[in-house]
């Protein structure tokens, strides 16, 4: 498949282990901060989402925490499986239209 | 139910032709909108269609244009090609034009090469 990010910020975590991926969003009036995930050679699929108003929201095995005093937004997954192995993308959205800004990416590589 | 499905998957073209790329929406779905994802970077909104109007554009210019049609099928047309504009493109349906939590569906994307 093709390669999503080339030069991307790497985070390399072994299998089993809980993972943390981070993210600076710019735009203090985003109403809605979301964490995608992108396969090699596929569209982003969405992981978990959460609103301005929450600074803590759980899914299955992920976590998204969102810090609006210095503008960051981070994703836990736990107990990492080599299936995580992707291009994760936060993106930001002020609700007013479907226009999300993307964050740079991060790969996550699992290890066995 | 159906999910967002885009064509064709990967196209070549030369510089200075024009290239027309083709999206349904996934089910129920009103609004579609377009992205450019350059390799190596995050996906960039070029604009987004609802109900057959477009009610948003990001900095992309003119030659950079679209269609929503009565189905909410869209097309993304792109004239006088540049090699820049070689990326992944992709499409995005939801049911409404605002973001409301959760439901903004991504396509797999068309490949388009600039020669």
């Known amino acids: 498949g093709e390669s999503v990010g080339l030069h991307l910020p790497t985070l390399s975590v072994q299998e089993g282990d809980n993972s943390i991926i981070n993210c600076a969003y710019s735009n203090s009036a985003s109403d809605y901060f979301i964490w995608y995930k992108q396969e090699s050679g596929k569209g982003p699929q969405f992981i978990i989402d959460?609103?301005?108003?929450?600074d803590k929201r759980q899914g299955q095995r992920v976590t998204v925490l969102l810090n609006k005093t210095v503008k960051h937004l981070s994703l836990q997954i736990a107990a990492t499986q080599p299936g995580d192995s992707a291009v994760y993308f936060c993106?930001?959205?002020?609700?007013?239209?479907?226009?999300?800004?993307f964050g740079t990416g991060t790969r996550l590589q699992v290890t066995l | 139910e159906t999910g967002v499905t885009q064509s064709p998957t990967h196209l070549i073209k030369t510089r200075g032709q024009q290239v027309t790329l083709r999206c349904s929406s996934q089910s129920g779905h009103n609004t579609v909108s377009w992205y450019q994802q350059a390799l190596g970077q995050g996906p960039q909104f070029i604009f987004q269609?609802?109900?057959?109007?477009?009610?948003g554009r990001g900095n992309f210019p003119p030659r950079f244009s679209g269609l929503q049609f009565p189905n909410y099928s869209s097309e993304l047309n792109v004239n006088a090609l540049e090699l820049d504009d070689s990326a992944l493109y992709l499409c995005a349906s939801s049911s409404d034009y605002y973001y409301g939590g959760g439901e903004l569906f991504f396509g797999e994307g068309s490949r388009l090469t600039v020669l």
């Open positions: 269609y609802y109900r057959e109007e477009e009610n």
């Open positions: 993106a930001e959205t002020s609700g007013t239209a479907s226009k999300l800004t």
């Open positions: 959460i609103r301005s108003n929450m």
